[in-house]
């Protein structure tokens, strides 16, 4: 599974002109199933994501973790993460997971992290985006900080 973070301000998605996941400040998280991933490597990425410390503490360093501030997540199912553009001027999708994998791992991450917030383990809202849908992003980076998280160890 490959995650790109962003610590953002605010951020959204909107489909067919209806916006359907918006958060305050926290993660907009950007989310991708590779071929042979499991729910393990969905819980994993989920942990590393909740647990990345890439917050101001009050020195300003970057020392707290979504949980720690009791931020806002967006996940954004994204499968050209996977791309391999090893080669030639077109992305090869051949890593991506198949898509019906990939939505039960991604509907799977998002079963998670609703779960965590509902035992009141730091976060304040999650929302999605719409797997397979065309969507439009809007966010605001905060930093700009941005991180590529993988359970693949690359």
Not at 27 to 39: K, N, S
Not at 77 to 84: E, R, V
Request: net charge neutral; proline share 3%; with cysteine.
């Amino acid at each position: 599974m490959i995650a790109l973070i962003q610590r953002v301000t605010e951020a959204s998605v909107t489909v067919d002109g209806e916006r359907v996941g918006e958060i305050g400040a926290g993660l907009l998280a950007l989310v991708c199933a590779e071929r042979d991933d499991t729910t393990r490597d969905a819980a994993a990425l989920l942990e590393k994501m909740l647990a990345y410390r890439i917050f101001s503490d009050e020195r300003g360093r970057m020392n707290k973790s979504l949980r720690d501030i009791g931020g806002d997540l967006l996940l954004v199912p994204q499968f050209t993460l996977a791309a391999d553009t090893r080669s030639g001027t077109r992305p090869s999708f051949t890593p991506a997971a198949a898509p019906d994998e990939a939505r039960q791992l991604f509907d799977y991450t998002v079963e998670q992290a609703r779960a965590q917030n509902g035992l009141g383990l730091g976060l304040r809202l999650v929302q999605t985006g719409v797997f397979g849908a065309h969507m439009k992003v809007a966010l605001v980076n905060d930093g700009p900080v941005t991180f590529w998280l993988s359970t693949r160890g690359r």
